[in-house]
Structures are given as C-alpha cells and as structure tokens.
C-alpha cells in the first residue's frame, strides 16, 4: 500500500443514511494493511511528545514499532503494560486533544492516527486469543474497588498485576460503569468490546461482585474492618443528574441523558427483543452540547425521531468531539445554538407538548474562558417537541462519603483526593475518577485509578 507521509491513511465509515438506522458501529477501523502504512508514518521520535500527552503514558512509538514490523502481539503486550482498556480507549479518548495534539509529524501534514492504531491492536490481539500478562505470585494483600468503570477496572488490573487480591464491588448487574450504560453502542460495541475487557482484568485474578451497593449492602468502614481488605479504592464515578430547575421539568417525556442512555444501553431498549419502557419520541429536544448530549441525541435519532440540539452558546464552543458533532450533523440531528430553555410545556395529561427557549448572545468570556452567554430580551421562541432530554453534566452520588466517617468532600460533593497517589483525607481509603472530578472523560478516569494504584502499592508496600 503507497504511503504519502503527511497523510493519514483514512478510516473506513458506515454511510451516515445507513447508520443512523441502525446501532451497529459506526466506524469500521483500520485492516491490517491499512494498520501497518498508517504505522511506518510515525517518526519514532527520541523524546516521543505524545507519550506526554497521555494520560496513563502508553509507550506509543514503542508500540507502533512492533506493528511496523507486523508483529500484533508485541504490540499488544507493549499496550498492555500500561492500559487495562484499549478496544475502548481506542474509540472513545479524544486523541485529538491528547497524543495526537502534540504528535511532531501533526505540525506537517496530519499527525499519526494513534488511537485507530491502538484499536486495531487491541481488537485483533483479542481475536488471536492473546491474554494481559498475569503476575507470578501473589503477595497475601487484599483491596477492594468499588466501581467498576474505568477508574476501577484500570485500578483492579494494575494491583492484580502486582499480585493482590483484588474485588470489585459493582452496584449495577453488569460491569463496565460508564462503558456499560452510558456510551451507545455504535461508539462503543458491548459485547464485542466492553464485556472482553472486563474479562481481560478478571484473567489477571479479579473478582467481580455484582449488584452490590457500597453504602446500603456494606460499608467502606466494614470492608476494611470486618472483612480483612488491606486498602479500598472508591471508583463510584458520578451518576447523580442535575436539572436546569425550570417550570414543567417534571412532565412526562422528560428525561435526564443518564437514564435514556442507561435505558437504551443497559437494558437495551434500542433492541425489539427486549421489553424495556422508553419514550422514542416523534421530535426530540437535547438540552447540553457535550460528548453525552451528542450520545443522547443520536441514540434518540435511531429510535426514530427528529432531533434538535439546544446549546447556549456558539458551535465554537461545544464541548463534545468535534467527530462526534461531525457525525451527528452527517446523520441529520439539528443544531440550535445559541438557545436556551425557559419552560417545558405540558398538555392536559401532563405529557410534554412543546418548550419555550430564549436567544442568547456571547458577551465576555467566564472562569471557563467560553465567552459567557447573554438572554436577548423578548426573543422567546416554542420549539414544537415531545420529548426533552437532559444533558447538563452529572455529580457524584452522596451515599458513599455520606456513610463513610473521615471522608472529605468538597462543594460539588466529591471525594476530595490527592491526583498523585489518590489518597483521600481518611487512611487506607483511595479514590480516582468521576467521583473526584465530577463528571469527566474515560481516559482521565483511568490515569486516575493507575495514580491510585501506584499509591495503594507505596503504601502497602511500606
């Protein structure tokens, strides 16, 4: 295959018409040919500027040199060292802003497409049947994970990689946290990905007990008191929905993004074999511009309805992946900006019938750097929609620091933890992730529960 240096070897789609249709995945990742031309673009740079730029500090030109040389398993093993979850991190981290922002072939022409890279490995290690390394011998020490989504899940493989004994206490039927019940499935395939990455991190020696709800079936204090666990790590991630407290936000049809996207994802409403109650919705009103809104959104567009995107401020200042904003507008969703919401309207069974919204404007720009947005006086306007879905951000859920003496919380109610070694105010108690950030982005989330490993070690080690 002919290889121009400054261009990216692209990745094949599903025709937009075709996939919002259906939930298969949208993007179809890199074949071997395709992997191995897009691999000898790397520079393997001395001083690799996009190791820097990952969070849990993959060594990439050292991994992409072993699929330049086709040699898939050494590639994997080279990932592996420093990642519990690559299928995932492959198709859902935002490398544009991480290693492929400072990746040195990007200044001329485009930079190296390393998370379809790190995808490519990782599925086809998976369909050769290639396992992560376990460790040798077991060193007699117990710890305990609550939660397991990428905080977790990263913190369990890295411990059991070093030889504890590790649990997860999951409060859900199924593990996965946020990869099981809040990323579609044509992002983020669950049986083919998700359910074998959490099998890879049970090989390595990690049990998983679900339908356990730290805080109501156990305490922290008991697991490390009563049930003989050397340190607990808290990856409960950040599952409480926030409301924007306007009138008629408590009709029928509305919804926050975590339960219809828990719904589809979880319980599988977007499949016809399964009975699970969700509204489709003829014409359907997102409220938020985030990566969730935009997972809301398309997910609502399969279902069958005409979506709307209301966001406050300009497209400029969208939080979501500029990809994903590219496919929701390739597939048809609507984006009106610069609107907010005033009023929900309710017909006589109290059922959504419309909502009022109001224009904005830019003025300066807020702590956040987004240039703030402004209502213009008497520019209200009824969007005409049946459903509303809520997707403004999400904070932690209190039963956990509201059960556990010593822990400390800050005033968006997260765990207040030290981002090196993730320590919280109480001994022996770690924490990482959505329930420390609030809600943030996988990879984030996974750097952290690596920082608390790496503490949970120094200190059992001691």
């Given at each position: 295959?002919?290889?121009?240096?400054?261009?990216?070897?692209?990745?094949?789609?599903?025709?937009?018409?075709?996939?919002?249709t259906n939930f298969d995945e949208v993007?179809?990742?890199?074949?071997?040919?395709?992997?191995?031309?897009?691999?000898?673009?790397?520079?393997?740079?001395?001083?690799?500027?996009?190791?820097?730029?990952?969070?849990?500090?993959?060594?990439?030109?050292?991994?992409?040199?072993?699929?330049?040389?086709?040699?898939?398993?050494?590639?994997?093993?080279?990932?592996?060292?420093?990642?519990?979850?690559?299928?995932?991190?492959?198709?859902?981290c935002p490398q544009e802003s991480q290693?492929?922002?400072?990746?040195?072939?990007?200044?001329?022409?485009?930079?190296?497409?390393?998370?379809?890279?790190?995808?490519?490995?990782?599925?086809?290690?998976?369909?050769?049947?290639?396992?992560?390394?376990?460790?040798?011998?077991?060193?007699?020490?117990?710890?305990?994970?609550?939660?397991?989504?990428?905080?977790?899940?990263?913190?369990?493989?890295?411990?059991?990689?070093?030889?504890?004994?590790?649990?997860?206490?999951?409060?859900?039927?199924?593990?996965?946290?946020?990869?099981?019940?809040?990323?579609?499935?044509?992002?983020?395939?669950?049986?083919?990905?998700?359910?074998?990455?959490?099998?890879?991190?049970?090989?390595?020696?990690?049990?998983?007990?679900?339908?356990?709800?730290?805080?109501?079936?156990?305490?922290?204090?008991?697991?490390?008191?009563?049930?003989?666990?050397?340190?607990?790590?808290?990856?409960?991630?950040?599952?409480?929905?926030?409301?924007?407290?306007?009138?008629?936000?408590?009709?029928?049809?509305?919804?926050?993004?975590?339960?219809y996207l828990t719904r589809s994802n979880?319980?599988?409403?977007?499949?016809?074999?399964?009975?699970?109650?969700?509204?489709?919705?003829?014409?359907?009103?997102?409220?938020?511009?985030?990566?969730?809104?935009?997972?809301?959104?398309?997910?609502?567009?399969?279902?069958?309805?005409?979506?709307?995107?209301?966001?406050?401020?300009?497209?400029?200042?969208?939080?979501?992946?500029?990809?994903?904003?590219?496919?929701?507008?390739?597939?048809?969703?609507?984006?009106?900006?610069?609107?907010?919401?005033?009023?929900?309207?309710?017909?006589?069974?109290?059922?959504?019938?419309?909502?009022?919204?109001?224009?904005?404007?830019?003025?300066?720009?807020?702590?956040?750097?987004?240039?703030?947005?402004?209502?213009?006086?008497?520019?209200?306007?009824?969007?005409?929609?049946?459903?509303?879905?809520?997707?403004?951000?999400?904070?932690?859920?209190?039963?956990?620091?509201?059960?556990?003496?010593?822990?400390?919380?800050?005033?968006?109610?997260?765990?207040?933890?030290?981002?090196?070694?993730?320590?919280?105010?109480?001994?022996?108690?770690?924490?990482?992730?959505?329930?420390?950030?609030?809600?943030?982005?996988?990879?984030?989330?996974?750097?952290?529960?690596?920082?608390?490993?790496?503490?949970?070690?120094?200190?059992?080690?001691?």
């Amino acid at each position: 295959m002919e290889v121009d240096v400054l261009k990216r070897v692209p990745v094949r789609e599903q025709e937009p018409k075709v996939r919002a249709t259906n939930f298969d995945e949208v993007c179809l990742g890199y074949n071997k040919e395709e992997a191995v031309a897009e691999a000898s673009r790397c520079l393997q740079c001395k001083n690799p500027q996009c190791v820097k730029g990952c969070p849990v500090n993959i060594n990439i030109p050292g991994f992409i040199s072993e699929l330049v040389k086709e040699n898939v398993e050494g590639a994997y093993q080279v990932i592996s060292q420093y990642s519990a979850l690559p299928s995932v991190c492959g198709r859902v981290c935002p490398q544009e802003s991480q290693c492929e922002a400072k990746c040195i072939r990007g200044i001329k022409g485009d930079a190296v497409s390393i998370g379809k890279l790190e995808r490519f490995t990782a599925d086809t290690a998976r369909e050769m049947g290639i396992k992560p390394t376990k460790a040798e011998k077991m060193n007699g020490k117990k710890v305990a994970v609550i939660g397991s989504g990428p905080a977790g899940l990263t913190c369990a493989g890295d411990l059991a990689k070093l030889g504890y004994d590790v649990t997860i206490f999951e409060a859900l039927h199924k593990a996965g946290g946020v990869l099981s019940y809040g990323i579609p499935e044509f992002r983020l395939p669950k049986n083919k990905v998700v359910d074998k990455e959490v099998e890879n991190v049970k090989s390595l020696g990690v049990k998983i007990e679900t339908n356990v709800v730290i805080g109501k079936a156990t305490t922290v204090d008991e697991l490390l008191d009563e049930e003989g666990f050397d340190a607990v790590f808290i990856g409960s991630g950040a599952g409480l929905p926030r409301f924007m407290g306007i009138p008629g936000e408590n009709a029928n049809g509305v919804f926050s993004a975590n339960e219809y996207l828990t719904r589809s994802n979880l319980m599988k409403a977007f499949d016809d074999t399964y009975e699970t109650p969700i509204i489709a919705g003829k014409k359907v009103a997102v409220v938020g511009g985030g990566n969730v809104a935009m997972d809301a959104a398309r997910t609502a567009l399969r279902l069958g309805a005409e979506v709307h995107i209301v966001y406050r401020r300009s497209e400029e200042e969208l939080p979501a992946r500029v990809e994903e904003v590219h496919h929701a507008k390739e597939e048809g969703i609507i984006f009106d900006l610069l609107s907010n919401p005033v009023e929900i309207l309710e017909d006589e069974e109290g059922n959504v019938k419309g909502m009022t919204c109001i224009r904005m404007e830019l003025g300066e720009p807020d702590e956040s750097g987004r240039r703030r947005p402004i209502e213009v006086k008497g520019s209200e306007f009824t969007l005409d929609v049946d459903t509303v879905i809520m997707s403004l951000g999400t904070s932690p859920n209190p039963l956990i620091s509201s059960t556990t003496k010593g822990l400390d919380i800050n005033k968006r109610k997260c765990i207040v933890a030290e981002e090196e070694n993730g320590q919280t105010s109480k001994a022996k108690v770690y924490a990482g992730g959505d329930a420390v950030t609030g809600a943030a982005t996988v990879i984030l989330a996974m750097g952290a529960g690596k920082a608390a490993a790496k503490g949970i070690h120094e200190y059992l080690s001691k």
